[in-house]
T-cell receptor
Framework: DAGVIQSPRHEVTEMGQEVTLRCKPISGHDYLFWYRQTMMRGLELLIYFNNNVPIDDSGMPEDRFSAKMPNASFSTLKIQPSEPRDSAVYFC?????????????FGQGTRLTVV | KQEVTQIPAALSVPEGENLVLNCSFTDSAIYNLQWFRQDPGKGLTSLLLIQSSQREQTSGRLNASLDKSSGRSTLYIAASQPGDSATYLCAAYGQNFVFGPGTRLSVLP
């Protein structure tokens, strides 16, 4: 398997624009996580899905952020409208069975810059 | 609310030294603790996963221990090499994954 695949790797956008980040989890994994990493706050869990269903979205910072998982092989994280403070590296991760019992595997991340 | 801390924040050692990285968590009700490595501009690579019922895990030159009662985990790296230079993060899984801020390790040739 190619691992968790994220696209794009880098995104530069203007404030107010819509941004969509994409993730393809490892085949067979039933958990998918979205994280954000900044120098100030480190790694923060935004939301996670189990079998395509959002389980915990308490980490989503505000209504400008939304995430979907229409099928087992694809998820999106959308920011609309984007703001400079959203600039960060966004990671997607996946695992199988209960995440308490197995490893989480991370993608390479999307570096988002909002100017 | 779970809080995870790591000390030291940065560490620089000469090649060949054995070293210990520390991770502390406030809520002992965790399912597991996972250690990751992150290279600059890269994603996270899983190193070791310790289940809550386990005391330690080993992989090559790496050994991780877990003491739930004291809220501590350590990552021991034996015979360090320049290729070990990276940021090491621990994550405690209870209700969700909570990451520490990381330890930035530099191993000098």
């Amino acid at each position: 398997d190619a691992g968790v695949i994220q696209s794009p790797r880098h995104e530069v956008t203007e404030m107010g624009q819509e941004v969509t980040l994409r993730c393809k989890p490892i085949s067979g994994h039933d958990y998918l996580f979205w994280y954000r990493q900044t120098m100030m706050r480190g790694l923060e869990l935004l939301i996670y899905f189990n079998n395509n269903v959002p389980i915990d979205d308490s980490g989503m910072p505000e209504d400008r952020f939304s995430a979907k998982m229409p099928n087992a092989s694809f998820s999106t994280l959308k920011i609309q409208p984007s703001e400079p403070r959203d600039s960060a590296v966004y990671f997607c991760a996946s695992s199988y069975s209960h995440p308490g019992g197995t490893e989480a595997f991370f993608g390479q991340g999307t570096r988002l810059t909002v100017v | 609310k779970q809080e995870v801390t790591q000390i030291p924040a940065a560490l620089s050692v000469p090649e060949g030294e054995n070293l210990v990285l520390n991770c502390s968590f406030t809520d002992s009700a965790i399912y597991n603790l996972q250690w990751f490595r992150q290279d600059p501009g890269k994603g996270l690579t899983s190193l070791l996963l310790i289940q809550s019922s386990q005391r330690e895990q080993t992989s090559g030159r790496l050994n991780a221990s877990l003491d739930k009662s004291s809220g501590r985990s350590t990552l021991y790296i034996a015979a360090s090499q320049p290729g070990d230079s990276a940021t090491y993060l621990c994550a405690a899984y209870g209700q969700n994954f909570v990451f520490g801020p990381g330890t930035r390790l530099s191993v000098l040739p």
